[in-house]
C-alpha cells in the first residue's frame, strides 16, 4: 500500500540542504550530547540548524539542550519551536515526559507521522539524534529522506567496533555516505585513525545549559572535528 504521507515528507524536505543522522551501535555512548552541541556550534556559527530526536524510547536532547516551556504550534502541520536559534522537534513534546511504548509497525507510524507532519521551512542543517542500533528507525529514516548523511559515533570497545564495521558494511550496502566517523572516549583515550572526543568530567554540569555546553572541551573537540567535514 502507498502511504501519501511519503510524498509530503519529500516535500517537507525539499529545503534542508543537508540532513545528518548521528548514530552509534550502543546506547549511552554520547550520540544525544553529539547531535545537541552539533546544533549548538552550527547555529553559532550563523548556520540554520533544526534539531529532530527520533529516539522514542530514550528522547533526551530537550534535557541536554536546557528545553522548557516549550510547545510546537500548530499551523498547516507543526512548527518546531526554537531554543538557542534552533528548531528542535521532539518525541517528548507529545508523550508528556514518559517513555513511549511502541513496537514494529507503530514505530514506523510515528516516525512517518512526524516527518509528514514537521515544517522544518528553509534549514542549512538538520541533525537527527538516532536511538542506537540499526534498526526499524534507521532504516525509515534512510528510506523516507534520502539525503540522509551519517556522522557515526563509537567507543573505544573491541565490541563496539566489531558492530561498527558490520553497520558501516550495512550503510555502504545501502548507499548512504558516511561523513566521519567519531571514537567518543568514555573511558580512556587510545590512538586511533578515528576522530577523537576526549573524556570531559565537566560535561555532565554543563547539560541543560548551552552556553556552558559550547564551552565544554567536549564541544571545542567536536567542533574541531566538524569543522573540516562540514566546511565550516
Ligand atoms: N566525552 C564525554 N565525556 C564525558 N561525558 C560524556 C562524554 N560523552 C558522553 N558523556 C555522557 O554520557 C552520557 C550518555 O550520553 P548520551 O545520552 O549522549 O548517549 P546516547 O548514545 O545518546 O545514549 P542512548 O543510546 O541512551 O540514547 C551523558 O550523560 C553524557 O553527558
Ligand atoms: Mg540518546
Redesign the pocket.
Known sequence: MIDPRTSIIKKRFSNIKRIIAVT?W?????????ASVLSLILSKKGKSCGLLDL?FT?A?DHI?LGAKNIFPKEEKGIVPPEVNRIKFMSISFFSDGKAVPLRGNNVTDAIIEMLAITRWGRLDYLII?M??GINDTALDVVRLIDKTEILA?TIPSVIAKDVLHRSLELYKRLKVPIIGIIK???SYLKKTGLHD?????K??AA?GFPDKLLKTK?SRSLENIMSPLLKL
Not at 572526543?197 to 568530567?201: F, N
Open positions: 552509534g550502543k546506547g549511552g555512548i554520547g550520540k544525544s550530547v553529539t529516539d530514550g533526551s541536554i539524534d536511538p542506537p559515533l567518543n572516549n568514555l572526543i576526549p573524556y570531559d568530567d560535561l555532565e547539560l567536549f
